[in-house]
Each structure stands twice: as C-alpha cells, then as structure tokens.
C-alpha cells in the first residue's frame, strides 16, 4: 500500500495550537486536553493513540465545538483552513459541522436514527449542504452508498437501522460523512465495536477513500496496530497531553518516549507466546484529573523516570525532523532499555503425555435455542426456529494448559463456556471433569465440582456484586465451597489478593471505588479461591485498555505457572489468544474448524476461515504486509446455517460444487493439528502465506 | 405486523373475559340483595322468594353468569331494576358524553404536556424545567375536587364566565354542550399534564443523549431539524403510548370530575348504580368500561408498533 505525500509545509488544513479543555466540577475545573498543538495537511491522516483517559475524545469534540455542557475551551485556537473556529457562533458552526467537517463515530448501531430509513440519513445531508432538491438527494445518497461499496444500496437505502449489520452500518456513517467531501475528516474509534473481520474490511475501505478523497483526517483509536495500518503520522496522548508525536515508521521503530514503548510492548505479538516472552506492563494508572502529578504526567509509572521528572514538566521538543517528544531522557531511548520492552524468556514447556487423559471432556456438545421466528404467514401462530448456537463441539482440555478458542462474535463461543459451566443445559452431549460426567446444570452439581470449575466473566461490573466488599467478594466461594474456617477466612482473602497483586487496603472497598483492571483482578481472585482445576474466561480482558490487558494476561499466566490451574480462554482478540493458549480451537457457526497447538493453527496450512481472521488482526508495526483475505458480509444467521461446509457462503477459497453440498472431512497435518476443509492439506500449504509475511 | 395486533387483540379478549368473571363475582359478593332493593325493605319473604325466581336469581350461579354473557355478546343488556329503564341506551349516552369530556381533555393537555416537556428537556435542570417540573406535579398532587372547585370558585362564581354546573341536556351535541365541558377538561387535564410533561421529559433527555443525536448535530442540520425529525419522533413513542393508554381512565374513570361538576358521564352512571345496588346497571357499565381499558391498551400497542420500524417491520 502507497501513501500519499503528506505535505505539511503549506498551509494545514486543520491547525490545533495551545487547545485546554476543561470539565467544570463543583470544586472547580478538570483540565483534560492541556496545551495540545497539532496539525494535519491536505490528504494526510493523524492518529491520535492513546488509553482510556487519555483524553483524545475530548479533543476531537473540542475540535468540533461540540463538548458536554460541562465541557470548555480555555485557551488555544483551532485554525480550519485559515478560519479560527472560535470566533464562530453556534450557528456558524453548523455550516461547519457536515459540510467542513465530517465525523464518524464509534458505535455504528447507535449513530444511526432508528426511525428513520438510513437513505434519507444521508440524503438530508446533501439537502442541507449540497442545496439539492428532494429526487436529486436521494440518487445522491444511492451514489454514495455505491462509493461505499454496499452491496444491493437501493434497497438498504430504505431500510433502518435495526435491519442492517454493525459494518453495514458503519459504510453507512461513512457515506453520510463523505457526501460533503468534507475539508476534514474526524473518526472517533470507527471500528471498535466491529468483529476483526468487518474491521479489517471497514479499514480497507477507509484507506481506499482516504486516497481518492484526499482529505486530512484526525483518527482517534487506542488500537496500535490500526494507527499502524492507516495512519501518516501519530500523535501520542496520555492524561490529557501529547506524548510523542512523528511520522508513523518512526514512532513505531524508534519510539522516543517511554510511554509511547511501554504501548507497543503492551501488545502481544502474534508471532510469540507465553512461554516466549512475558508481556511488558506499565505499571500502577493513569493519574486523576484532579491529583496530576507536578512534573511529567507518566512519571510516577516510568521506569525509567529520575528526580528531575518528578519535578519539571518536559517540554514537547522536536528531536528528529517532524518526530517529537516530551521526555527529558529521550536521548537514552535512542537503544530501549531493557525496564522498557518485553522480555524475552525461555520457559521450559511441559509437555503433557499424550495418553493422559484430558481434564476436561466436552464431548458433542449441543445447543439450540427456540427463536420465535418474525417473518411468519398470515395467521400461522408462533412457529418457532431453531437456533443451532453450538452444534456438535468436542473439545479437550489437558491438566495446566491453556485452550483458546476464537472465532467472530455470535459464532458460539460463549454459549459453548456457558454449557461447560451449567449455566445452559446443552441439548445434547457430554461434560466431564477429571472422567467423571457433570450434571448439565449447575445447580445440580456437587461442591467438589463446583470447586473445580471457575468463571471469569468479560464484564466485571456486572459480575461482582456491587453491594459486596472485595473481601466478601473473594472470601464467598472460600465460605461456601472450601469450607475454611471464619476465622482464616481474612487471612487467605489477603493471601489471594497479593496473589493478583492487590494491596491488603483493598479489602473493605466495594467495586465502584475500583478501576477496570483492579474488578478483574478481584473476579481472578474469587475465581482461584477454590483452587479450581479449571477456569473458563470469557473474554476476561476485551473491556480493558491495553496496558491493563497486557498486566493481566501476565497475570493468568504466572497463576497458571504456580497453581497449575487449566484455562479455557475465550476471545475474539487473535493476538491475545495466541498469546495465551497452548492449544487453539477455532469456531464458526456453531463448529469447529481448526483445532491444533497455537503455533500450528498461526502456521499455514490454514482453514480458510482461520487464515481471513489472521489476516484480518491489525499489526502494530507499519512494516508488516499482511495478505488480504477478506470475509464478504457478515456471519450467517444460526437459524438458517448453509448447507456443506458452513463457511461455504463467505468463504475465498471455495473450490466448487463440494462446497455446498458435502460436509467436509478432518485432515490431519500432524499429529496435533486437523483441519476440517475439502482443500487437500498440501494445495492449502501451497496457496497460504505466514500471517507475518515480511515482518522482522 | 399483523400477528403482533393480533396477539395484542388476543390477550386483550382473555382479559376481558376474565374481568367478567370478576364483575360477575363481584356483583354477587356485594351486601344486599337485588329483590330485597326492588321490593323494600318490609315486603315478605314469600314475595321475596317469587321475584327472585322471576330474575333467576336461585339458578346456580355459572348458568347465571353464562346467561348474563349471553346478553352481553347480543347487545341485550336487560333493565335497571331500580329505575326500569332499559341499560343498552342510557349506557352508550352516557358513553357519549364521556368521550366528548375525554376528546377535549386531551386536546388540552396533550399538546401543552408535550410542548412543555420538551421545554424542560432542552432547559434541563435551569429555571425553566424547574418551574415547569414544580407546577405540573403540584396539579398532579391535587386532588380533582379541589382543583375542580377551585376552578369553579375563580371562572364561574367570580368571574361569571363559564357555567358552575355541568349537567347537559341529554343528547346535547358537542359544540352544545362545549361552555359546560370546559372546566372539567380544564380539571382533568390540570391533573394529566403532570404525567405527560414528565414522560415526554425524561424521553426527550434520553433521546437528547443517544449518540444519533450527536450524529444529527454535527452533521450539520439545523438545531429545530434535528429536534422535530431525529428527537421527537423517538422521544414522543412513550408518550404516545400513555396517551392511548389513558384514554380508558378518561372515559370511565372521570367519577371525581363527574361528580364535582355533575357531568352525566359513564363513571358516575357506575356510582349511581353501585349506590342502589342495581345489579345490571353495575355490570354493563363496568363491562363496557373494561372493554374500552381494552382497546385503549390496543390502540396504544398499535401506536407503538406502527411508530417503531423495529416492531413494524420485525
């Protein structure tokens, strides 16, 4: 992919110098965005990086003029295009809003009126700016929803919100903020809540309009590998300040902040697991907007931080052409020092027997939901459909190791961690513990059992009890299930709150008064307080910021090391799950596809299936060239699953007829590695690639 | 679409028929009884006996109730026992007048409750929504007795300007009868226009937040565009379905307001009955009121479903 010359000398089209935005609180003001200066020239785009916090969302509605009521401007000037933007009125600046500046925001399903048919979305954009009359409108909504690449657009023009799909939606915002060929380009974490392989498609297309567009484009995200694959050049916030600034290359080649490399080493890397590298953290929080420390704002969680850090503020300087950075010792990062980057580490893998026989045995598990089906003929009642959720899944997990599955959200994932757990009686199958066979529901299963088999849940404000301390949180299961002792009950609740590297002071607090990753810490905690055989996490770290996922993936992996404990990890994140798992299984609509050894399922041969999601996982290094395999539409309702192979509809590699028709076979490439595709093992090793191709 | 009405309509019937059986039930439960009121308090117990076998009354009670809803369903609702006159034109007279006092009423209060809702929204926790918020529930708190004679203290015994009693004539039509529906409506919606505004609100605040709102704004769209075409269509569904739904508790559950201004409508016709025990006038006045609770809730579900692409469309 080529990018466009960036060209920064003339005139930029948006100019950002000095900008302090403040929230108003009753003791006075939070300054969240201080003195951020930033500009970004015709046909160039900007990616502002940064955790939750951080305070990018604040500048970009800053640059809009558009803050909560509580927001304000204190200071600096935003220059569009040689127009200071505020010495606009409000209603100055709504000639601004759409027609200058166009904005595209996170959650595609909610930016979308749902009473409104989407085509009319667009078309009052071009009514209002564009002056065109009514019929002329709507064809230039058809037209710009053809430039987004929709498919059948004239009839989802007149369809709402509810009827379309998170991607479709999101070319459908795409559409409406091109339709002005806006002088700036604003996307506030555009792809987040997508599936990785819509993202991955949504980001092409960006890309794609980004050159034949040519407008300058602010693109907020926390996701490195995503400022990676569609950015000139990155800014670098944190707590409300720019970091590090330059051209991407540099950035992610030579970082000259220690924050900027702490983030990069956060992200665990495709290409490495657990027994490779342990992950770099950052430790301790983003400060609190009303506690800022005096010198530089990431000091007190720099590694490398000295006196003069705690008490001088670094200056944002230019130390390279167009590179700068707030560091008083950037010059000492030119070669990272080791406090800074992931470890390399060589952990002698234990390999288990072959003959051993697993700890945990799903063995054709199903499930089906009834659905009350919507499309019904006149009068017929309620004909119910099936939904096949998890249909036919043998898995295995082995004493100590880590099972990941993965597989695009509503493929069955979590319905499958749910039967495992009884929290859902499976329709058909087998569950065994350690060879004895589980009650399908948990309510029915013995204490001992219960014991043994753990859950962490994705959301921890939904799955700690708020009313509960985190020492009544943790020392439950021990009352209920170990049957420790009131007395010892303090003394081990503190023992497992070190062991998640939780200070003792935590034990009277109550959830709200912790952050994120500190809940999950405490779901881990009451999770290992039985000593459980087996844990099922789903989706434990999704929520959370980069540094905090990467300190509790650690985390799991150090608890495994010394309790010896069995995960069954659950995600749609690839790199996290590689990361993590010894053992892969990947799922589509309700069935596996690939099983194998995490180093074997991110080695061709691939299922095609496996080899989209690979493909689609963005890469924090602009160097790397992934192959593009992208996945068409969305995943197939599990009410009308395709007939054959399941992945026949969406599949790139479809060879024929077969396809359609006959359930493909397991192949075996090894001894710990089957894939289930009519492709011959060998042509599929021929036509694949390794995910990264040219990195290194 | 249509089967989502239709189920709507479906468990609307169960529940009519199952608060017949309570009416029914009730009406038997009630102290006195029917022959006792018709023929006095010394008449024998001989002649006691006859009338109650002339009225049916020592048939076992299911046959008397399937009796009773055969008559229901034909449309012969039988006569008042204490005043003779038969039910089926003195109920739907009365139903009349009741929904010409429920159709100002809410043309009254429906507009001014959502125009002021949507004020306090957009002037949210300022002077305005505070004054708005203070005001409307302060009428909600007050009793329609007092209201009412406020009203009439101040509009009609020192102003002089509209009629203290409402008692129309018979058969009067609407503009008729407009001077004397007034100060009722001015009454009942006084005690509506609380709930209205409110729920228009705290939608309308809801909706304000939702992130299409936002899209709306910054796509440029002129501040009252975004407000009629991307607020208030979402924000009015709520309110749409409490108006529908209390279009029933307009028209026969107005018995204060009736009574204050002796309306001749359908509540107090209930009230009058229930005084004298007459037990077919109880029963069709409390059925047909059911039924329209019945299809108010329906018309509100329709409402809904029709405003709501998610509902129209599935």
Known sequence: MDRPNPNNSDTPVLEISNLNISYAIETGYLDAVRNVSLRIGQGESYGLVGESGSGKTTLARGVVRYLPSNGHIRGGRIVLNGTNLFDLSEAEMRHVWGAKIGMVHQSPSTSVNPAIVVGEQIAEVARMHLGMPKAEAWRKALEMLIQVGMPDPEAVAKRYAHQLSGGMLQRVLIATTLTTNPQLLIMDEPTTDLDVTTEAVILDLIQELMRQYHSAVLYITHNLGVVARICDRVGVMYAGELMEEGPIREVFKQALHPYTLGLLGCVPRIDAGKHEIELHTIPGYIPRLDELPEGCVFAPRCAVAEEKCRRERPPLIEVAPGHLTACWKWADLQRPPSALVSQRQAIPRVVAPDEEAPLLEATDVKKYFRAFGREIPFLSGRRTSVVRAVDDISIGVRKGFTLGIVGESGCGKTTLARCICGLEEPTAGEIRLEGQKLSPMVTKRPRSMLKNLQMVFQNPDASLNPQHTVAGIVGRPLLLLSGVRKGEIVERVIELLRSVHLPESYLNRLPHELSGGEKQRVAIARAFAVDPMLMVCDEPISSLDVSVQASLMNLLVELQRSKGAAYLFISHDLAAVRYISDWIAVVYLGRLWEVGSAKDVFAPPYHPYTEALLSAIPIPDPDVRQERIRLKGSVPSAVNIPTGCRFHTRCPRKIGPICETEEPPWQYSGPNHRIRCHIPLDTLSELQKTVLESSK | ?314
């Open chain 2, 1 to 314: 679409m249509l089967q989502y009405i239709l189920r709507r309509l479906g468990f609307i019937l169960l529940t009519v028929l199952l608060a017949s059986i309570i009416i029914f039930a009730a009406t038997q439960l009630l102290p006195g009884d029917v022959a006792q009121m018709i023929l006095g308090r010394w008449a024998t117990e001989e002649a006691l006996a006859n009338l109650r076998d002339e009225l049916g009354l020592n048939r076992p009670i299911y046959i008397q109730y399937l009796d009773w809803m055969r008559g229901v369903i034909s449309g012969n609702w039988g006569k008042s026992v204490t005043t003779g006159v038969w039910i089926q034109p003195l109920v739907m007279q009365r139903l009349r007048n009741s929904a010409m006092l429920a159709g100002l009423s809410l043309v009254f209060y429906v507009p001014l409750g959502v125009f002021l809702g949507v004020i306090a929204a957009l002037k949210r926790d300022q002077l305005g929504d505070e004054l708005i918020s203070a005001v409307s529930m302060a009428f909600v708190g007050l009793p329609e007795f007092v209201t009412g004679l406020l009203l009439i203290a101040f509009f009609a015994l020192a102003l002089d300007l509209l009629p203290a009693n409402s008692s129309i004539e018979p058969g009067a039509d609407f503009l008729e009868a407009l001077p004397q529906l007034i100060l009722p409506a001015i009454t009942v919606s006084l005690t509506s226009l609380g709930y209205i505004s409110r729920m228009t609100r705290s939608s309308t605040i809801d909706v304000l937040k939702t992130d299409y709102v936002r899209a709306a704004d910054l796509k440029g769209l002129p501040r009252a565009q975004v407000l009629v075409k991307h607020v208030l269509r979402n924000a009015l569904l709520p309110t749409v379905t409490v108006v529908a739904m209390g279009i029933g508790w307009l028209i026969g559950g107005l018995i204060v307001t009736e009574s204050v201004f002796g309306y001749p409508g359908l509540g107090r016709l209930l009230v009058f009955g229930i005084q004298r025990h007459d037990m077919p006038l109880i029963q069709a006045s409390s059925m047909l009121i059911v039924a329209i609770y019945g299809v108010s809730n329906l018309l509100a579900d329709v409402l809904y479903a029709v405003l709501n692409p998610r509902i129209r469309l599935g």
